[in-house]
């Protein structure tokens, strides 16, 4: 029996369409229709949605709450899930998804370095594999896919705006696609956090900033506290570093007023609780600053303590 794929659209350089002078583009033009026509793939039946058409630089949280509710509502009579997104934003959004969708269902995310026209455009190939992988037996839980490589959530990264290998993970591939064959190495073993926030509500307002020579930063996180942001997530130089004008101006701040997380600005890291300069604050461990920040606003928008977003955080240490 086929199986029943749903096909999510957000937009993004996969339906992106290059200028004629090859200098430029616009990302979410093509409509997925389009971008279906020129594929050929006959192992599901696929039901598509254009969700949204937008750079994906611009993705905010309405639209964010809005694919998880698109997401849950194909659950129920899909086998599997495959998303299209740009790829400025896609490793925050697979992150999130895998938060808050609780399912052994495949949700693949993939997106393309190149627009639809572009010469060597990989949207066809990104998108083809991503269904490959949603009706794969072996394929569960959130999964990203690009140029042929298979990777979670947790730990993939956009490490390049040159060529069509942009995706990097800290802890290499989950698998590979070969000719529409699916093949993992290995199987995600961490356990998430599961969230039930379905509205924008739920994400508290947390802020990253990064910490870097000559740091004037002070200033600004006064400034967003009285805007009320709730959290901040530290994007410390090597291990977690924070130079020391912004420790300054952080350590005025107690931990019931704002949380802070400390995460590395550096793409393959690890910060340890060891190495943090304020016994307050918490050690984001392997996350990605973008990850941390995610995770701490729901942790806050759920009315988590500080005790429990600690502990939280220190499963990403093991």
Same mark, same amino acid.
């Given at each position: 029996?086929?199986?029943?794929?749903?096909?999510?659209?957000?937009?993004?350089?996969?339906?992106?369409?290059?200028?004629?002078?090859?200098?430029?583009?616009?990302?979410?033009?093509?409509?997925?229709?389009?971008?279906?026509?020129? #594929?050929?793939?006959?192992?599901?039946?696929?039901?598509?949605?254009?969700?949204?058409?937008?750079?994906?630089?611009?993705?905010?949280?309405?639209?964010?709450?809005?694919?998880? *509710? !698109?997401?849950?509502?194909?659950?129920?009579?899909?086998?599997?899930?495959?998303? /299209?997104?740009?790829?400025?934003?896609?490793?925050?959004?697979?992150?999130?998804?895998? #938060?808050?969708?609780? /399912?052994?269902?495949?949700?693949?995310?993939?997106?393309?370095?190149?627009?639809?026209?572009?010469?060597?455009?990989?949207?066809?190939?990104?998108?083809?594999?991503?269904?490959?992988?949603?009706?794969?037996?072996?394929?569960?839980?959130?999964?990203?896919?690009?140029?042929?490589?298979?990777? !979670?959530?947790?730990?993939?990264?956009?490490?390049?705006?040159?060529?069509?290998?942009?995706?990097?993970?800290?802890?290499?591939?989950?698998?590979?696609?070969?000719?529409?064959?699916?093949?993992?190495?290995?199987?995600?073993?961490?356990?998430?956090?599961?969230?039930?926030? *379905?509205?924008?509500?739920?994400?508290?307002?947390?802020?990253?900033?990064?910490?870097?020579?000559?740091?004037?930063?002070?200033?600004?996180?006064? !400034?967003?506290?009285?805007?009320?942001?709730?959290?901040?997530?530290?994007?410390?130089?090597?291990?977690?570093?924070?130079?020391?004008?912004?420790?300054?101006?952080?350590?005025?701040?107690?931990?019931?007023?704002? /949380?802070?997380?400390?995460?590395?600005?550096?793409? *393959?890291?690890?910060?340890?609780?060891?190495?943090?300069?304020?016994?307050?604050?918490?050690?984001?461990?392997?996350?990605?600053?973008?990850?941390?920040?995610?995770?701490?606003?729901?942790?806050?928008?759920?009315?988590?303590?500080?005790?429990?977003?600690?502990? /939280?955080?220190?499963?990403?240490?093991?």
């Amino acid at each position: 029996m086929s199986k029943k794929i749903g096909l999510i659209a957000t937009g993004g350089t996969i339906a992106g369409v290059q200028a004629p002078d090859m200098q430029s583009y616009t990302a979410g033009i093509v409509p997925i229709g389009a971008l279906l026509s020129g #594929l050929r793939f006959e192992g599901a039946e696929i039901y598509s949605t254009q969700l949204a058409n937008i750079d994906s630089c611009d993705m905010d949280a309405d639209l964010w709450f809005a694919l998880v *509710r !698109a997401v849950d509502a194909a659950l129920a009579d899909m086998d599997g899930i495959v998303i /299209t997104h740009g790829t400025d934003t896609l490793e925050e959004s697979a992150f999130l998804l895998q #938060l808050l969708v609780a /399912t052994r269902k495949p949700i693949v995310l993939t997106g393309a370095n190149r627009p639809s026209n572009a010469l060597g455009a990989d949207g066809l190939r990104n998108l083809y594999n991503a269904l490959c992988i949603a009706c794969s037996e072996r394929a569960h839980g959130v999964l990203v896919t690009m140029n042929d490589s298979i990777f !979670a959530p947790t730990d993939c990264v956009k490490a390049t705006t040159l060529g069509a290998d942009c995706f990097a993970a800290h802890n290499g591939a989950l698998g590979y696609v070969q000719q529409g064959a699916v093949h993992f190495l290995r199987v995600q073993s961490h356990v998430l956090p599961h969230f039930s926030a *379905r509205s924008p509500e739920s994400f508290a307002r947390v802020e990253i900033l990064f910490s870097y020579a000559h740091n004037g930063l002070g200033v600004i996180l006064d !400034a967003l506290v009285r805007d009320g942001v709730r959290g901040v997530v530290i994007a410390g130089s090597g291990a977690g570093n924070v130079h020391f004008a912004l420790k300054r101006a952080l350590c005025a701040y107690q931990p019931d007023e704002l /949380t802070i997380v400390c995460a590395s600005r550096v793409a *393959r890291s690890f910060v340890a609780p060891a190495i943090l300069q304020a016994p307050q604050w918490i050690a984001a461990g392997y996350l990605s600053p973008f990850a941390a920040r995610i995770l701490l606003a729901l942790l806050l928008g759920s009315g988590a303590t500080h005790d429990a977003i600690a502990r /939280t955080f220190c499963q990403f240490g093991d």
